[in-house]
């Protein structure tokens, strides 16, 4: 059985599940990673443009809800560039 790490806000959720987008933290139900909305926001994306800006569309407590996060933090991977994410209350 895998474990699964859930951080709840008011309309929304971030949550850690093993073995699901390399276990990174994720919105809701969706497999966008924390991460990604970060480095997008880094690069000017605005909230509102977050709405439209995946496949799979959010909502503005998604997009809220990574302010919740206890920390964000940027590293460098072999791959890029990440953002490794804490989710405590």
């Known amino acids: 059985m895998t474990s699964t790490e859930?951080?709840?806000t008011e309309q929304?959720?971030?949550?850690?599940t093993p073995n699901v987008c390399g276990g990174d933290a994720c919105i809701g139900y969706t497999?966008?990673?924390?991460?990604s909305l970060v480095v997008?926001?880094?690069l000017g994306k605005a909230d509102a443009e977050l709405l439209?800006?995946?496949?799979?569309?959010?909502s503005l407590a998604d997009v809220g809800a990574?302010?919740?996060?206890?920390?964000v933090t940027?590293?460098?991977?072999?791959?890029?560039?990440?953002a490794a994410v804490s989710l405590e209350e």
């Not at 439209?52 to 959010?58: A, E, K, M, Q």
């Not at 990574?66 to 920390?71: E, L, S």
């Open 12 to 16: 929304s959720y971030i949550q850690k």
């Open 40 to 42: 997008a926001s880094r």
């Open 52 to 58: 439209d800006y995946f496949v799979t569309p959010l």
């Open 66 to 71: 990574v302010g919740y996060c206890g920390t």
């Open 74 to 82: 940027m590293k460098s991977t072999g791959r890029g560039t990440r």
């Open 6 to 8: 859930v951080l709840h």
């Open 31 to 35: 497999r966008i990673p924390v991460w």
